[in-house]
């Protein structure tokens, strides 16, 4: 079984953008060799937001940016926050499809790799996971709340580090934002809200 070419493309951008960027590498090894599974494409309304959006700036990674929208009609985009209090206006617009892990063309027991979209004004509220993860930012701009940290805010070419079940959450302003996210440790407990009753 092959993937489809616009999968095989974007891990090719994923490639060249872990040889070039040295935060990648130090955060995990992407494996010269993955293993491939079928996708069943599944549609959400942020899909279609991201590919209009015409506020994803990139210098230096437009290409990566360009290969995650091409291959997101293809992808099975999640809804990862179904049946939790997080209402219709964030079910519509956060974006998130995996390319190397459950639900992706690739996967390996190793690392998983996601991109995440969101528009402007879109609030991500505090969660965790057992994962380690590292947000690498591919377009446009986001604030990052890490608990315990200062508030940052990120561009493309920017990068943040999580740590294990560590609270976290993200707001955008006025610009959109894209960014490859990576994986390690537990790959397997999807993220949580830290305060499922609404605090913060």
Same mark, same amino acid.
């Given at each position: 079984?092959?993937a489809?070419?616009?999968?095989?493309h974007?891990l090719?951008?994923v490639?060249?953008?872990?040889?070039?960027?040295?935060?990648?590498?130090?955060?995990?090894?992407?494996?010269?060799?993955?293993?491939?599974?079928?996708?069943?494409?599944?549609?959400?309304?942020?899909?279609d937001?991201?590919?209009?959006?015409?506020?994803?700036?990139a210098?230096?990674?437009?290409?990566l940016?360009?290969?995650f929208?091409?291959?997101?009609?293809?992808?099975?985009?999640?809804?990862t926050?179904?049946?939790?209090?997080?209402?219709?206006?964030f079910?519509?617009?956060?974006?998130?499809?995996?390319l190397?892990?459950?639900?992706?063309? @690739?996967?390996?027991?190793?690392?998983?790799?996601?991109?995440?979209?969101m528009?402007?004004?879109?609030?991500?509220?505090?969660?965790?996971?057992?994962?380690?993860?590292l @947000?690498?930012?591919?377009?446009?701009?986001a604030e990052?709340?890490?608990?315990?940290?200062?508030?940052?805010?990120?561009?493309?070419?920017?990068?943040l580090?999580?740590?294990?079940?560590?609270?976290?959450?993200?707001?955008?302003?006025?610009?959109?934002?894209?960014?490859?996210?990576?994986?390690?440790?537990?790959?397997?407990?999807?993220?949580?809200?830290?305060y499922p009753?609404?605090?913060?």
């Open positions: 079984m092959m489809h070419p616009v999968f095989e974007l090719a951008e490639r060249n953008a872990f040889a070039t960027t040295e935060a990648l590498k130090a955060f995990c090894t992407l494996p010269s060799q993955l293993d491939e599974q079928e996708v069943t494409p599944f549609h959400v309304p942020a899909a937001l991201m590919i209009a959006d015409r506020e994803l700036a210098e230096g990674t437009a290409l940016r360009d290969a929208i091409a291959a997101s009609p293809q992808a099975q985009w999640r809804e926050y179904k049946g939790t209090r997080m209402g219709s206006d079910m519509d617009r956060f974006g998130c499809y995996c190397i892990g459950g639900g992706g063309p @690739y996967t390996s027991d190793q690392m998983g790799a996601y991109v995440v979209y528009p402007p004004g879109l609030y991500y509220p505090f969660h965790h996971h057992p994962a380690k993860e @947000y690498y930012i591919i377009a446009g701009e990052f709340m890490l608990e315990g940290e200062d508030n940052k805010v990120l561009r493309a070419g920017e990068h580090f999580h740590p294990s079940n560590r609270p976290h959450a993200t707001q955008t302003h006025d610009k959109p934002f894209m960014a490859l996210v990576l994986w390690r440790g537990d790959l397997g407990t999807k993220p949580v809200l830290t009753e609404g605090n913060t």
